[in-house]
């Protein structure tokens, strides 16, 4: 097993130069400055060489000033850290702001990490039901039920989570109004922000979110994995205590969570972050065109209308029944987009899948439609 | 706050061309194959192009060869998953293979890491006190002991960690002889190999531990933060256990850790890191030499005599002297050894500081002990 090794040496990302419509990985390309950061910072534990005793607390890079007073400023959040990512962020909070045995409340088309989350905070979930298709949606009223129904059997709910998109549908369910009966009920919301933080203008007091998780590597052009989680100052002394045992480190981070170049991936990216949220507009009349496009090809756009985020969840019958006879089968999309050097609907979905225009010229998604387009018309239907 | 955000741009290190003597960095030098790695794969979610469902099931990249069969064979382990450092895997198995409110018995020079990580999973911590100055050499003997406290107190005893190296003296404990009395006891034993993971011929089945843990910025010359669990087929059911919400999902890794470029930094490092360990021996004979060269100017080595790590905790009352009257005070050690592109002795220690040869050539440490020699010449004694 240890002998050959040279196969891990020089592995290749192999979609160099190919448009990527993965959600996953539009709002996690990085800026040439992070990339320039990526190379200064790579080493090992780099962005440590002055440290003063805990991450946030370094001067030289200026990770202090960044966490203590840009990202507040961002996320509209009274105290910021940085976390491994926005599921580590969600347990962070999870864990220190619940009790184990109490019940998290979280809309029907929430993240799968949260659901783990939970899970290993030792806490019950309780789900605010989605409606049905194509819309999908959540509404918010649905949050005063799940909190009534969970509380009807007993349970303490310790925290409401709102998923804001949720990463299938890219729906957004207002926020003020799940705040404003979390509010009433006296418990916490935590916005999961992992596919807005970055790309839309949202922060917490906006929101009325009481914690706000945002990703790194999904939506804030930086090398994962990495995240933010925002709080009030009344959440965040909680959520960031001292540890008993080691006083002048913070517990529920261990210390230290991002020591490595990830922070400065994060922090070479912010500028040009800050400004695409302000060019937001521009980014959802474009997935409401292209949205229209697919739509004429007979691949039929699912979730909130009009839509109102890049990411868009597409079903389309027509490609299905294409499948059935196609030469690679239900694989025969993914080949056939895989030959026009577009990547990211996953190998063998046709019947439905998801995809992104973020950040995405009107030249490049022309070339995904055409794409769709020559598929379907050279392809019999079953 | 989001104005002038140009400053977080494009930070410079500051130290390139320098000679790093910090413990912390030495093992987390990126080799040459690495580096083109961080930069193929520093786009946020990037490993996650082809993924199929959990990271360590990712065949393109090699992930899921590198986890299951390379990782297991070098770490001699049944089972191996890559977490976000060594503090998160000890966290892992602690959470996971603990009941809240046990106790962990650990070495009395453990790394501050497992403090935290114990006391955020709920445990209690009981100590085997290390030795006076200057070896503070812990005994195996003391686990029994330990044990006996705790159980003495009516604590159930759910683990026992050694730090292997401890982070402090680079002090080497006889891990079989701890081994044997945690077998005899029934506890099961996590091995902490943020220092000897990558660096050291180190195995889980050679070192008698159920639990190996490794930090790939410290020692496993990979962009941090990273790090990598092993565990006996038995203990890993436990710590690898899938959720009940979402089955196909590890609860403990909270689906998956690594999601980014710091895993093919590693994979692409590993080659030269099997190789390296091979090697350690002409490490432990460097750092000797540099010892016994650095006794000769009244630096004295505490911990292990002989020593057999490149980690090495130093003591000096001469340069204390000197500090009292030196221009800039206690400062003047890392502001001469700064002139002379020196970094890693943190700024205002003088009394006693740690350091490392780790993968430095003798002429690199010919000029760091020169730089001490130029030093202690130069400045009056108090």
């Known amino acids: 097993m240890l002998e050959d090794l040279n196969k891990y040496r020089c592995l290749k990302r192999g979609t160099a130069g190919a448009i990527n419509i993965d959600p996953l990985q539009r709002g996690g390309v990085l800026t040439p400055e992070a990339r320039d950061a990526v190379m200064e910072w790579a080493d090992g534990y780099s962005v440590c060489d002055f440290c003063t005793g805990s991450l946030e607390a370094i001067d030289n890079p200026p990770i202090r000033e960044f966490v203590r007073e840009a990202l507040p400023a961002f996320l509209e959040a009274d105290q910021v850290r940085i976390t491994h990512g926005a599921r580590e962020g969600i347990f962070s909070a999870m864990h220190a702001l619940c009790e184990r045995g109490e019940t998290v409340v979280a809309d029907g088309n929430v993240h799968y990490t949260t659901l783990l989350a939970a899970e290993l905070a030792g806490l019950n979930v309780e789900l605010v039901p989605a409606g049905e298709k194509p819309l999908y949606r959540v509404d918010p009223g649905g949050y005063e039920e799940a909190i009534e129904r969970a509380r009807g059997r007993g349970e303490r709910v310790g925290m409401a989570v709102l998923t804001y998109p949720d990463g299938n549908y890219g729906n957004l369910v207002d926020p003020k109004a799940v705040s404003k009966i979390c509010r009433r009920e006296g418990i916490p919301l935590t916005i999961n922000g992992a596919y807005s933080v970055g790309r839309m203008p949202v922060g917490a007091?906006?929101?009325?979110?009481?914690?706000?998780?945002?990703?790194?590597?999904?939506?804030?052009?930086?090398?994962?994995?990495?995240?933010v989680i925002g709080a009030t100052e009344e959440l965040a002394a909680r959520i960031f205590r001292r540890s008993k045992l080691v006083p002048?480190?913070?517990?529920?981070?261990?210390?230290?969570?991002?020591?490595?170049?990830?922070?400065?991936?994060?922090?070479?990216?912010?500028?040009?972050?800050?400004?695409?949220?302000?060019?937001?507009?521009?980014?959802?009349?474009?997935?409401?065109?292209?949205?229209?496009?697919?739509?004429?090809?007979?691949?039929?756009?699912?979730?909130?209308?009009?839509?109102?985020?890049?990411?868009?969840?597409?079903k389309s019958e027509m490609l299905y029944e294409i499948s059935k006879t196609a030469k690679k089968g239900r694989y025969f999309l993914y080949k056939e987009l895989k030959k026009r050097s577009i990547f990211g609907i996953k190998p063998g979905l046709t019947r439905q899948f998801k995809l992104s225009s973020y950040q995405l010229t009107r030249d490049e998604l022309n070339s995904v439609l055409s794409a769709f387009e020559e598929i379907v018309a050279h392809h019999p239907k079953a």
Request: charged letters at 25%.
């Open 205 to 227: 007091k906006s929101l009325g979110a009481d914690v706000i998780i945002g990703s790194g590597h999904k939506s804030m052009a930086s090398s994962g994995p990495i995240g």
């Open 248 to 314: 002048n480190k913070e517990l529920e981070m261990l210390g230290c969570t991002l020591r490595g170049a990830g922070i400065l991936t994060m922090m070479a990216s912010f500028p040009a972050v800050v400004e695409r949220t302000k060019r937001w507009d521009e980014e959802v009349e474009k997935a409401r065109w292209f949205a229209g496009e697919m739509e004429k090809l007979g691949i039929v756009l699912q979730g909130d209308r009009p839509h109102s985020h890049d990411l868009m969840f597409y």
